[in-house]
């Protein structure tokens, strides 16, 4: 069951426009995928070279969770704007499409980090530590140091929360639309 107590606290206290952010692909950031090198090639999505188990049976699991708890909420209180902000969608787009959005790099490699493996992510060794690099250009990565992202990939996730079409609604026309979710889907 997917906790929306604070968002239910949110309620009561007033607010009529509540941002709900879901999971993001954690088999996706090098993080993940550095500290799972020995598993199997069938462990990976072929598309995305992601964890599959990460992603799908507890990203994409919570996600689908809190998309039924969402839509609970706003029958229980429709005066109020429930967005539901997808984070898993917006990066998997950025993988798959890495270099039309400009990321030349790998997108699965961290700029920041010194790690001896195709991810430059070492648990040891993170981005801030002496000796650790990190790379020149980080606008052509998507991952910053393992566990984030670059600027460049927040801003394409943010884009596309406030125009679409990661969000439901789109936070720049949520004033305007029903409160459905994925009503037409």
């Known amino acids: 069951m997917i906790d929306v ?8 206290h007033g607010a009529m426009a509540i941002v709900i952010p879901g999971e993001s692909p954690s088999g996706c950031f090098p ?4 500290q799972n090198t020995s598993r199997p090639k069938s462990d990976y999505d072929l598309e ?4 599959k188990e990460l992603n799908e049976q507890q990203a994409a699991y919570h996600n689908t969770e809190l998309l039924k708890a969402i839509k ?3 029958l229980k209180y429709p005066h109020v704007k429930l967005i539901y902000a997808d984070y898993y969608r917006p990066v998997i ?10 990321f030349t790099e790998t997108p699965l490699k961290a700029c920041c980090g010194k790690g001896e493996n195709q991810y430059n992510f070492n648990q040891s060794e993170v ?3 002496p000796n ?10 998507v991952s910053w140091d393992g566990v984030h992202l670059t600027e460049g990939a927040y801003r394409h996730i943010a884009t596309s929360w406030l125009k679409g079409p990661y ?3 789109p936070i720049l026309t949520a004033h305007s639309t029903s409160n459905s979710l994925f009503s037409s889907k």
Do not use: H, W
């Not at 107590?5 to 009561?12: A, H, K, T, V």
């Not at 650790?132 to 990565?141: A, D, K, L, M, R």
């Open 5 to 12: 107590n604070d968002s239910i606290r949110l309620i009561e």
């Open 31 to 34: 993080v993940s995928l550095a």
């Open 48 to 51: 995305t070279g992601c964890l």
């Open 72 to 74: 609970k909420l706003r």
């Open 93 to 102: 787009d950025l993988i798959k499409s890495s270099e039309s959005y400009g």
């Open 127 to 129: 981005c801030g530590m």
């Open 132 to 141: 650790v690099n990190y790379c020149q250009n980080p606008s052509s990565f």
């Open 167 to 169: 969000a439901d609604p």
